[in-house]
């Protein structure tokens, strides 16, 4: 009965996690916003992927498995730039690279613009060394994965924008101070948002139409 309730023991502690106990710990890691939390992650990371690939969070945790590729390649960029101080040791790629991501927490549309313009002045055909070409790769993956968050973003404020303007345009009459106040704020907040592009453009018009008025 011992060996029995051992052997039992073992089996329990050697069964795999379920897909729900992997993506709660993996989900756990990623919103602490703390990169040896989400890089010790990597484990249950590619378990979930091995062994559960047809659930329908398996997009969610390919898109962190990428986070944390991007956060390592990253690192080795940042590490190589420390020990060269940022001089002879760095291509101009890589000092390109490393100048474009310096925004990437305070300013995403920023990074954007000039991860762009790093792979447009850059182009594949135009390098030849291997640690460039590594480079170009990083920029263009993680100009990918901000474009797929601001695509995220956008489908989940642009609702919200919108029915704030047509609130603003409810009370052009009654009003008109506040409905001013809306356009402005939507203006003001998202002007240097590449995915709110329309809706400020039409907070715009609605604003340059109302300042016609004389309301």
Not at 94 to 101: G, K, N, P, Q, V
Not at 136 to 146: F, K, T, W
Request: contains cysteine; hydrophobic residues 40%; aromatic residues 6%.
């Amino acid at each position: 009965l011992v060996v029995l309730g051992i052997t039992t023991m073992v089996r329990y502690v050697n069964r795999p996690p379920t897909a729900d106990q992997l993506f709660d710990r993996i989900l756990q890691a990623s919103d602490q916003d703390n990169w040896p939390a989400l890089s010790a992650a990597q484990d249950d990371v590619e378990l979930f992927k091995r062994l559960f690939s047809s659930d329908p969070r398996y997009g969610d945790v390919a898109a962190i498995s990428e986070k944390i590729a991007l956060g390592k390649l990253q690192r080795k960029f940042e590490a190589k730039a420390r020990r060269g101080r940022g001089s002879t040791e760095l291509t101009a790629v890589e000092r390109a690279y490393l100048d474009s991501i310096r925004s990437l927490t305070t300013d995403p549309e920023e990074t954007a613009r000039k991860l762009r313009a790093l792979l447009d002045l850059f182009s594949y055909a135009t390098v030849d060394s291997q640690d460039e070409l590594r480079c170009l790769e990083v920029a263009n993956r993680q100009l990918e994965s901000l474009e797929a968050e601001f695509n995220d973003r956008k489908e989940r404020d642009i609702p919200l924008l919108r029915h704030r303007l047509r609130t603003a345009h409810s009370l052009e009459q009654s009003n008109p101070a506040g409905a001013r106040t809306i356009r402005e704020s939507i203006i003001a907040l998202y002007q240097d948002k590449s995915w709110a592009d329309e809706i400020v453009r039409e907070a715009q018009e609605a604003l340059a139409k109302q300042a016609l008025s004389g309301t």
